[in-house]
T-cell receptor, first 109, second 120 residues
Framework: GQQVMQIPQYQHVQEGEDFTTYCNSS?????IQWYKQRPGGHPVFLIQ?????EVKKQKRLTFQFGEAKKNSSLHITATQTTDVGTYFC?????????FGAGTILRVKS | GAVVSQHPSWVICKSGTSVKIECRSL??????MFWYRQFPKQSLMLMAT?????????EQGVEKDKFLINHASLTLSTLTVTSAHPEDSSFYIC????????????????FGPGTRLTVT
């Protein structure tokens, strides 16, 4: 069945350093979504990418969707302590979502 | 907009008892809601898709007789964990797509705040 792999599992960075998490699907995706879950909180929708090769930015966050629509990345420039949390990618399967394992980001100040 | 609430936010129950968790869409109607379970430092695992007015669709490996889902209205879905055991202790989260345009080609899912269940 459809699988969504995400790496790395953990990332500890110094405040101000950049961070990237990568997502790879076993099948072509119609779109890919990214969510952020703060410690103790619930996932919050960040963005959806639909087009092949699409790049979207939200302030210090840059999201990319691969040309083959099978992989995606989230890059955070100059991390801040407020960026702490787990970042999940998710791909649709019918009307459901298949989530990646998530990348836990810790930021040392 | 697109707020999803859950009640209770946390619950502690004794082994063998049943616990009901409510999920409500506060400012939109949701014909479909999703129930997830999340263990510490793990990803979200979809348990079932809750459909208003019809039976829920359970994911493989999820016992439908243990996790009873009722989607009584367009704004309310409930998950009842029957005869709970310590291994059922987890974070249970519901979600829904807001709006008629919601879904895989529309906006992302909106999650409730979750219910932390501890079975002693």
């Amino acid at each position: 069945g459809q699988q969504v792999m995400q790496i790395p599992q953990y990332q500890h960075v110094q405040e101000g350093e950049d961070f990237t998490t990568y997502c790879n699907s076993s099948t072509t995706l119609s779109n890919i979504q990214w969510y952020k879950q703060r410690p103790g909180g619930h996932p919050v929708f960040l963005i959806q990418l639909v087009k092949s090769g699409e790049v979207k930015k939200q302030k210090r966050l840059t999201f990319q969707f691969g040309e083959a629509k099978k992989n995606s990345s989230l890059h955070i420039t100059a991390t801040q302590t407020t960026d702490v949390g787990t970042y999940f990618c998710a791909g649709p399967k019918g009307n459901k979502l298949v989530f990646g394992a998530g990348t836990i980001l810790r930021v040392k100040s | 907009g697109a707020v999803v609430s859950q009640h209770p936010s946390w619950v502690i129950c004794k082994s063998g008892t049943s616990v009901k968790i409510e999920c409500r869409s506060l400012d939109f109607q949701a014909t479909t809601m999703f129930w997830y379970r999340q263990f510490p430092k793990q990803s979200l695992m979809l348990m079932a898709t809750s459909n208003e007015g019809s039976k829920a669709t359970y994911e493989q490996g999820v016992e439908k007789d243990k996790f009873l889902i009722n989607h009584a209205s367009l704004t309310l879905s409930t998950l009842t964990v029957t005869s709970a055991h310590p291994e059922d202790s987890s974070f249970y989260i519901c979600s829904a797509y807001p709006g008629l345009a919601g879904g895989p080609l529309g906006l992302g899912q909106h999650f409730g705040p979750g219910t932390r269940l501890t079975v002693t």
